[in-house]
Nanobody, 118 residues
Framework: QVQLVESGGGLAQAGGSLRLSCTTS????????MAWYRQAPMRPRELVAR???????NYANFVKGRFTIFRDDAKNTMYLQMNSLKPEDAGVYYC????????????WGRGTQVTVSS
């Protein structure tokens, strides 16, 4: 079973930036897709961005134009560059592989906490 390690979270001011990383224990290109999710307190986990193994990307409307998902295949690592952060971006961010129809298939890790001060 694939193992995932998220990192890069922290405290940022509104308007600031953070870069999250997700390293997989298997070849990242062997996975149909990888995705970032987030969960704020008292809210359900939601999809933030997705990248397929051929490099196509999709973003939730609430991050379009601000966040960028990309991958370093040699490092089996996926990233989420988050710019123009807003307080409502705060939460625990998780990565997970997806199947071809977008269903998460991996175990959920500990995630990485993002806090945005206003």
């Amino acid at each position: 079973q694939v193992q995932l390690v998220e990192s890069g979270g922290g405290l940022a001011q509104a308007g600031g930036s953070l870069r999250l990383s997700c390293t997989t224990s298997v070849s990242i290109v062997s996975l149909a897709a990888m995705a970032w999710y987030r969960q704020a307190p008292m809210r359900p986990r939601e999809l933030v961005a997705r990248i397929t193994n051929d490099g196509n990307t999709n973003y939730a409307n609430f991050v379009k134009g601000r966040f960028t998902i990309f991958r370093d295949d040699a490092k089996n690592t996926m990233y989420l560059q988050m710019n123009s952060l807003k307080p409502e971006d705060a939460g625990v961010y998780y990565c997970n592989p997806q199947d071809t129809v977008g269903v998460p298939t991996g175990p959920w890790g500990r995630g990485t906490q993002v806090t945005v001060s206003s």
